[in-house]
């Protein structure tokens, strides 16, 4: 009885183990996408019911090349300052300048159209409202502000194309004067830099506050933007710069000595720039 037991119990076994197998084997065959999901690899599914890995398939959208790359939601417009109560004034402040943080790309004048309207807007919204602003703008305000002010202005200038060959070897170079290049992006920086100057020129920012934000790094990213090849920028810049030299006394002699270390790095480093005559 035993013997005849035992003999059985490996039959047994075998036969498990071998439809264990079988199993394993066949969801195998029927889901291809398991050894893509074994590895760690995640999986994307495309409109043609097939899995490629989101590693290959994800494709970097890059702005301009005067901007950092950003990525462009849908834009809500927010309700107005004159629908909330002056208690809620200060933090819709606020809600705007993060929907205007948002840096739309501005090489295809069709894209994204209706949300750069909705940005133009609300720039304009906020303009206005620091114009007629009568209570202290409160630090939080300030803060956002000037993050506003820094991802919307302070960016990378493509490198210089144009042909220097002409100013080199004589003098007959420099009776030749280049074109101006525009920005396309300027509708939008038109706005930000009189949202800038305008809230610098406020007498609701308290300058003792305002200094901690307008501080030397932002004195200093603005100064960079004086390279800039379109001079309704660099003109912009210069009455900004005066009103921050005005409103900050604690700034100016950092002002003045960033001011000639620009003019020290033309004559000694780079013998090139823009805003040269507007500094």
């Not at 002056?86 to 004048?109: A, H, Q, R, T």
């Not at 894209?111 to 409160?138: G, M, P």
């Not at 710069?241 to 960033?258: E, T």
């Amino acid at each position: 009885m035993l013997k005849q037991f035992f003999n059985k119990l490996p039959r047994k076994s075998s036969s498990a183990s071998s439809s264990k197998s079988g199993t394993l084997s066949g969801s195998g065959q029927s889901n291809p996408g398991n050894g893509a999901a074994a590895s760690g690899i995640p999986i994307q599914r495309t409109s043609s019911s097939t899995a490629a890995p989101t590693r290959s398939a994800t494709v970097k959208r890059m702005s301009s090349a005067v901007f950092p790359s950003s990525v462009v939601a849908g834009i809500e417009p927010l309700v107005s300052f004159k629908d909330v109560p002056n208690g809620e004034k200060p933090n819709l402040f606020v809600s705007k300048l993060n929907l205007c943080c948002i840096v739309f790309d501005f090489s295809d004048p069709n894209k994204n159209s209706a949300e750069k309207d909705i940005k133009r807007q609300t720039l304009l919204e906020l303009i206005e409202y620091v114009n007629s602003a009568n209570a202290r703008f409160t630090e939080q305000m300030i803060a956002s502000s000037c993050k506003m002010f820094a991802v919307n202005l302070f960016r990378v200038f493509p490198p210089n194309y144009r042909s220097n060959s002409s100013g080199g070897g004589g003098g007959g170079g420099e009776a030749e004067e280049e074109e101006p290049m525009f920005d396309p992006a300027w509708p939008h920086l038109q706005l930000v830099y009189d949202l800038l100057l305008k809230f610098i020129g406020s007498s609701a920012l308290d300058a003792k506050v305002g200094k901690k934000y307008f501080d030397h790094s932002f004195i200093l990213r603005l100064l960079d933007l004086f390279d800039s090849e379109d001079p309704r920028e660099r003109d912009c810049l210069k009455t900004i710069l005066h009103r921050i030299y005005g409103k900050f006394m604690v700034h100016r002699p950092f002002v003045r000595k960033s001011v000639s270390n620009i003019f020290y790095r033309f004559v000694f480093e780079t013998d090139r720039h823009n805003g040269l005559q507007s500094c």
